[in-house]
């Protein structure tokens, strides 16, 4: 069993800055790629930003410049420091994490967060 706990959401102003964690708990042996996910009302799943193993990063083109993701392996966490937060990036963010659950033999499965709202509103 493997949890994803996700936290920082909220509501700010345009302009603002938030900043979303997500750690994995449980059957953790180490964690591949790790993302975020965002969905608005009415639309798609979008993604938002993803980070490898070795810290390769991308970004959809809505966000670049604005949001910065990390991770910290030792506590498995991923980050999302989002700046310059507009009306538009008002939506449920989803935490994603390719997890290794087993080394012998190696395992590994998809897990989401529960999602965090984050508001962008005056």
């Known amino acids: 069993q493997v949890q994803l706990v996700e936290s920082g959401g909220g509501l700010v102003q345009p302009g603002g800055s938030l900043r979303l964690s997500c750690a994995a708990f449980g059957r953790v042996r180490s964690i591949n790629a790790m993302g975020w996910y965002r969905q608005a009302p009415g639309n798609e799943r979008e993604m938002v930003a993803t980070i490898t193993t070795t810290g390769t990063t991308n970004y959809v083109d809505s966000v670049k410049g604005r949001f910065t993701i990390s991770r910290d392996n030792a506590k498995n966490t991923v980050y999302l420091r989002m700046d310059s937060l507009k009306p538009e990036d008002t939506a449920v963010y989803y935490c994603?994490?390719?997890?290794?659950?087993?080394?012998?033999?190696?395992?590994?499965?998809?897990?989401w967060g529960q999602g965090t709202q984050v508001t962008v509103s005056s």
């Open positions: 994603s994490a390719e997890v290794v659950v087993s080394r012998s033999p190696v395992r590994a499965s998809n897990y």
